[in-house]
């Protein structure tokens, strides 16, 4: 199987300050991916390496088989149209309408027919189960789980070979969380894209990842199936676990 990210030993410091150490792992074509920790454990500074916002201080970082920190910024503009992102908070322009949002990337970077970049607009909208009723309003018209719904439309716009996925049930409550759980599963099986998912959820990372990553202080603590973490019998990952083995029970894993 194709590896769509590669990490080998890697190293990030901040102001003489290390929070990242020897990160080593991979992300596979198509799997649902999940990174999990507490906050300040480096999660987030993961991605922006992944993205090309940070350069490790050591180590490689390969996207789609490109050495991010060594490519042009022309080569890096490539990688990142096919890396959809999706915003802790959603991060929706809250003076552009909904189909203004979807298709964002287009307003700033092409010059398209105003009925095109709409119809784009409702086809990624009915991909997350909205439709053209929420066409012509505004983020503050719709509820959080319709916001995070939109902003997943936004991340699929350039139709992404890879989503990173930043706390997607932050802030939902856990109705609505298992539902946009049940819509990143989904829509891997529509796109056959890969999914990256940054989250403290552990019900969420548990129950739909292929893989999980746990990770405290800039370094690795675990990483293999849900099942094989949550038998580790390193006492952190089981402190961290513990909490939520009688509901991962409920659900037969």
Not at 126 to 155: F, H, Q, W
Request: charged share 30%; proline share 4%; aromatic share 8%.
């Amino acid at each position: 199987m194709n590896r769509t990210v590669v990490l080998e030993h890697v190293y990030k410091e901040i102001n003489g300050r290390e929070i990242l150490k020897d990160i080593t792992f991979d992300v596979k074509e198509g799997e649902i991916f999940s990174i999990i920790g507490r906050s300040g454990s480096g999660k987030t500074s993961i991605t922006k390496l992944i993205v090309g916002l940070w350069k490790p201080t050591k180590g490689k970082v390969v996207v789609f088989g490109k050495e991010i920190p060594k490519i042009s910024k022309t080569e890096l503009e490539e990688v990142r149209k096919q890396i959809g992102y999706v915003f802790q908070e959603g991060a929706l322009f809250d003076s552009y309408k909904v189909w203004e949002n979807v298709v964002f990337y287009y307003l700033e970077k092409e010059n398209r027919p105003k009925d095109e970049l709409m119809d784009l607009a409702l086809e990624k909208l009915r991909m997350v189960n909205l439709d053209e009723r929420v066409l012509d309003l505004y983020p503050s018209d719709l509820s959080g789980g319709m916001r995070k719904r939109v902003a997943i439309a936004r991340a699929l716009a350039t139709e992404p070979k890879l989503v990173i996925y930043d706390e997607p049930t932050s802030g939902l409550d856990p109705i609505t969380s298992r539902r946009i759980d049940e819509l990143v599963v989904e829509l891997r099986g529509k796109t056959g894209s890969t999914a990256l998912i940054v989250t403290h959820d552990m019900i969420s990372a548990f129950t739909i990842s292929d893989r999980v990553l746990v990770i405290r202080e800039g370094k690795i603590r675990a990483i293999g199936k849900p099942e094989e973490v949550i038998k580790n019998p390193d006492p952190y990952i089981q402190s961290f676990v513990g909490d939520i083995k009688d509901c991962l029970k409920t659900l037969h894993i």
